[in-house]
């Protein structure tokens, strides 16, 4: 059994038979999957430039967000707040911020914060908050309270919890 390992003939036969099948594998196998992954990749890419298209067409703010994602802004909650607020037509009579102070609690920072939006239709509250929560990653909503004003048909008052964290 060992003589045969010692056979030149068996190499010149056998590795040009192993390289032949292995190129038609990759001719007949993997290079039309590939094909056909590649085809399902493009698509998707075409279907995500429409998505991009009409999020840009609907809400062309958001460039200015991805812009000044560029450079890194400190948070501040007073100009997180009226930033997002004027952005979202909501005047600076129909708001109110109160934060505290930052606490450091176990090696993580975090700053509370309470908002109420006074007479405030629900679309505008809607964007106010995905816009802020989409501006900074690192701002969560903790709570949120909505009083239907009586008499008017889309008019609340809103309390917002915020918390962010460093």
């Known amino acids: 059994m060992k003589d045969i390992y010692k056979n030149q003939t068996l190499y010149y036969i056998l590795a040009p ?41 609907l809400d062309p703010d958001r460039i200015e967000f991805a812009d000044s994602k560029a450079t890194a802004a400190e948070f501040d909650y007073a100009k ?23 606490v450091d609690s176990g090696g993580q920072k975090s700053q509370s914060a309470h908002v109420a939006l006074k007479n405030v239709d629900i679309t505008k509250f809607a964007k106010f908050l995905s816009t802020i929560q989409l501006r900074w990653a690192g701002l969560q909503c903790v709570k949120v309270k909505l009083t239907k004003k009586k008499g008017l048909p889309d008019a609340w008052d809103i309390d917002l919890e915020f918390k962010y964290y460093y």
């Open 17 to 57: 038979i192993v390289v032949a099948l292995w190129s038609l594998v990759v001719w007949g196998v993997y290079l039309p999957g590939a094909e056909g992954k590649w085809r399902a990749e493009k698509s998707q890419y075409n279907k995500a430039q429409e998505i991009m298209a009409d999020i840009l067409a």
């Open 80 to 102: 997180a707040v009226e930033n997002i607020a004027s952005l979202c037509k909501i005047p600076s009579r129909d708001y109110k911020l109160s934060s505290r102070p930052i």
